[in-house]
């Protein structure tokens, strides 16, 4: 019995090991194959550690690709996102979390199933909208259908839900309006949320491809998704100088995601406990 | 304005700048868009909008009569039918390894499967196209110690979707991990001390104990699986674009290029609705089946 369960065990870390290393090993290439000398990536066989590790791909990167200016590209729009959602969502979750107004259930009910509509059904009218009103390639363009998002507004009326009213009546009693409350009181107490969601939305943002590749038309505006799958079609030979894109791509969100890791997995729990 | 006793202007100002984000820039378009996949819209009409006109369901009649809608819906099945289940099934073994007692540095194996999950799918998608590479592959090199050939991954059509399902599980697993680690927590351990005084043995305990009270979980994970692997685009988009021989061409992706390559705005848009469409019926199963529980 006792011999069986050792067995067990010991071939579960083999198998739990061999899945991590797996499941890592995609990482340690690119990285590894981005400080590789121009060709060291194809070799056969493959090598998995430089002999003379160099920077000279993000140099090239750096002063020959505009790298900068997708970065900060990427930055402001999914900075901006994220600020103004989280403005926007909150207003609105609170409205509904704890106003009763004539129409409410309805157009409540009416966001709801319009949560089950994909994105992509928007994209080609919008594009012409946006067109029209001269965004399309501006940061405008992808900041505007991210203003808000339904999911956002329901995650937020639910946590805003579990507040006391007892809390709200005491500030108005005390003589505070409306949108006292909503800032001191409210947007204090619902911190947990708006970081979760801040984080969710910030994430998704800078991860964006589609809309991103459809509404940003010239080089220069491009996000960093958009300019890697672009570096892709040009230099797709080039495998170290790719490595290092993909690398400045990743990093940013891997950073944001392993400071914030708790709010992250706290998020995906809220994400699937339904009504 | 009061309704009862309560100040409603208040309420309509704070969902002013929301709602009139979400109609304006989605249930507009929604509708617009529903508009333009009965007309003809095309470049022409990019300029002149007068110049679209009405043609009732011949841009749905005409992409049931193209053979090359008929392999992207397919291909689109093949990904959803064959990705999502091996997704579903790898996380649901990973969260259950997370959850068993005998491991441990169980923070680091849920972050190392989680890393995946964050990254940016293009970079991602980009670092698989060399992986698959024939000669130089980390793939190829790796399957060479077991005596097996070079294949061309990417390159062969027989192979091609199936390397794209596998970045993708890879990819994506993490997610629903991390979901069904807690809805295994959730099963109070009271219920396998029970099915263990019974003489249960470890698959009787998994097939009567976890999977029961795992539904629920399970449900909401299928569901939503389904419908994100419906939707994928940058994958085929990054790493072949659609081939080799339309081998990997996905509804977004024939979405995208009669839209945006060809400006067939019309046509794009009658495909969206078609995506639209699956969804739609995948949740609506889900909403019945879940009733059907509920009873």
Same mark, same amino acid.
């Given at each position: 019995?006792?011999?069986?369960?050792?067995?067990?065990?010991?071939?579960?870390?083999?198998?739990?090991?061999?899945?991590?290393?797996?499941?890592?090993?995609?990482?340690?290439?690119?990285?590894?194959?981005?400080?590789?000398?121009?060709?060291?990536?194809?070799?056969?066989?493959?090598?998995?550690?430089?002999?003379?590790?160099?920077?000279?791909?993000?140099?090239?990167?750096?002063?020959?690709?505009?790298?900068?200016?997708?970065?900060?590209?990427?930055?402001?729009?999914?900075?901006?996102?994220?600020?103004?959602?989280?403005?926007?969502?909150?207003?609105?979750?609170?409205?509904?979390?704890?106003?009763?107004?004539?129409?409410?259930?309805?157009?409540?009910?009416?966001?709801?199933?319009?949560?089950?509509?994909?994105?992509?059904?928007?994209?080609?009218?919008?594009?012409?909208?946006?067109?029209?009103?001269?965004?399309?390639?501006?940061?405008?363009?992808?900041?505007?259908?991210?203003?808000?998002?339904?999911?956002?507004?329901?995650?937020?009326?639910?946590?805003?839900?579990?507040?006391?009213?007892?809390?709200?009546?005491?500030?108005?009693?005390?003589?505070?309006?409306?949108?006292?409350?909503?800032?001191?009181?409210?947007?204090?107490?619902?911190?947990?949320?708006?970081?979760?969601?801040?984080?969710?939305?910030?994430?998704?943002?800078?991860?964006?491809?589609?809309?991103?590749?459809?509404?940003?038309?010239?080089?220069?505006?491009?996000?960093?998704?958009?300019?890697?799958?672009?570096?892709?079609?040009?230099?797709?030979?080039?495998?170290?100088?790719?490595?290092?894109?993909?690398?400045?791509?990743?990093?940013?969100?891997?950073?944001?995601?392993?400071?914030?890791?708790?709010?992250?997995?706290?998020?995906?729990?809220?994400?699937?406990?339904?009504? | 304005?009061?309704?009862?006793?309560?100040?409603?202007?208040?309420?309509?100002?704070?969902?002013?700048?929301?709602?009139?984000?979400?109609?304006?820039?989605?249930?507009?378009?929604?509708?617009?868009?529903?508009?333009?996949?009965?007309?003809?819209?095309?470049?022409?009409?990019?300029?002149?909008?007068?110049?679209?006109?009405?043609? %009732?369901?011949? !841009? #749905?009649?005409?992409? /049931?009569?193209?053979?090359?809608?008929?392999?992207? =819906? @397919? $291909?689109?099945?093949?990904?959803?039918?064959?990705?999502?289940?091996?997704?579903?099934?790898?996380?649901?073994?990973?969260?259950?390894?997370?959850?068993?007692?005998?491991?441990?540095?169980?923070?680091?194996?849920?972050?190392?499967?989680?890393?995946?999950?964050?990254?940016?799918?293009?970079?991602?998608?980009?670092?698989?196209?060399?992986?698959?590479?024939?000669?130089? %592959?980390?793939? !190829? #090199?790796?399957?060479? /110690?077991?005596?097996?050939?070079?294949?061309?991954? =990417? @390159? $062969?059509?027989?192979?091609?979707?199936?390397?794209?399902?596998?970045?993708?599980?890879?990819?994506?697993?993490?997610?629903?991990?991390?979901?069904?680690?807690?809805?295994?927590?959730?099963?109070?351990?009271?219920?396998?001390?029970?099915?263990?005084?019974?003489?249960?043995?470890?698959?009787?305990?998994?097939?009567?104990?976890?999977?029961?009270?795992?539904?629920?979980?399970?449900?909401?994970?299928?569901?939503?699986?389904?419908?994100?692997?419906?939707?994928?685009?940058?994958?085929?988009?990054?790493?072949?674009?659609?081939?080799?021989?339309?081998?990997?061409?996905?509804?977004?992706?024939?979405?995208?290029?009669?839209?945006?390559?060809?400006?067939?705005?019309?046509?794009?848009?009658?495909?969206?609705?078609?995506?639209?469409?699956?969804?739609?019926?995948?949740?609506?199963?889900?909403?019945?089946?879940?009733?059907?529980?509920?009873?």
């Amino acid at each position: 019995m006792k011999f069986k369960k050792s067995y067990q065990k010991y071939g579960l870390y083999l198998l739990m090991f061999l899945a991590a290393i797996l499941t890592l090993a995609p990482f340690v290439w690119m990285l590894s194959a981005s400080i590789m000398p121009e060709g060291g990536a194809n070799q056969f066989p493959p090598r998995l550690f430089p002999k003379t590790p160099t920077w000279e791909h993000y140099q090239r990167l750096f002063s020959q690709m505009n790298i900068v200016r997708y970065f900060v590209n990427s930055v402001v729009v999914a900075v901006s996102v994220t600020l103004i959602s989280l403005l926007f969502n909150s207003m609105a979750g609170y409205a509904f979390a704890k106003y009763r107004f004539p129409g409410k259930n309805k157009l409540f009910k009416l966001l709801l199933s319009a949560m089950v509509i994909p994105a992509q059904v928007t994209m080609l009218p919008l594009f012409l909208m946006l067109n029209r009103m001269g965004l399309v390639n501006t940061y405008w363009g992808i900041i505007i259908p991210g203003m808000a998002s339904i999911y956002g507004i329901f995650l937020i009326r639910q946590y805003i839900m579990s507040i006391p009213d007892s809390l709200i009546e005491a500030a108005r009693i005390d003589g505070a309006t409306d949108f006292y409350i909503y800032l001191r009181l409210i947007l204090p107490l619902a911190k947990p949320i708006l970081v979760t969601l801040a984080l969710f939305t910030f994430m998704g943002s800078w991860n964006d491809f589609l809309w991103p590749l459809i509404v940003m038309t010239g080089d220069s505006m491009y996000t960093l998704p958009v300019a890697l799958a672009n570096l892709m079609g040009e230099h797709a030979q080039d495998t170290e100088l790719m490595m290092a894109g993909a690398v400045i791509t990743i990093l940013p969100v891997l950073i944001v995601f392993l400071a914030m890791q708790k709010y992250y997995i706290h998020g995906i729990m809220l994400g699937s406990v339904k009504e | 304005m009061k309704f009862r006793g309560q100040n409603i202007n208040a309420a309509y100002l704070f969902l002013t700048p929301a709602m009139t984000a979400i109609f304006i820039f989605f249930f507009l378009p929604v509708l617009a868009a529903l508009v333009m996949s009965v007309t003809d819209f095309d470049i022409y009409s990019l300029g002149d909008i007068s110049r679209a006109r009405f043609v %009732g369901f011949s !841009n #749905y009649i005409d992409l /049931f009569k193209n053979p090359l809608f008929w392999k992207a =819906l @397919g $291909n689109t099945c093949y990904f959803v039918l064959v990705g999502a289940p091996l997704s579903i099934l790898i996380s649901m073994l990973a969260a259950m390894a997370l959850n068993s007692k005998m491991l441990r540095f169980k923070p680091f194996f849920r972050l190392t499967f989680f890393l995946p999950v964050v990254t940016t799918l293009v970079a991602v998608a980009v670092i698989w196209r060399y992986i698959y590479q024939t000669r130089f %592959g980390l793939l !190829n #090199y790796l399957l060479s /110690f077991v005596g097996i050939n070079p294949v061309d991954w =990417l @390159g $062969n059509p027989r192979w091609a979707m199936l390397a794209l399902i596998v970045m993708a599980v890879w990819k994506g697993f993490g997610y629903n991990m991390i979901i069904f680690v807690a809805g295994l927590q959730n099963i109070p351990e009271t219920l396998y001390e029970a099915a263990r005084l019974d003489g249960a043995n470890g698959w009787q305990e998994f097939r009567n104990v976890t999977l029961p009270l795992l539904a629920q979980t399970t449900g909401f994970i299928t569901i939503t699986t389904l419908i994100g692997y419906c939707q994928f685009f940058a994958e085929p988009y990054v790493m072949t674009d659609g081939g080799p021989l339309n081998s990997t061409l996905s509804i977004v992706l024939m979405m995208y290029k009669e839209g945006f390559k060809f400006w067939r705005m019309g046509y794009s848009a009658a495909i969206a609705f078609i995506l639209f469409g699956i969804i739609l019926i995948i949740t609506l199963i889900q909403l019945r089946i879940q009733k059907h529980h509920e009873i």
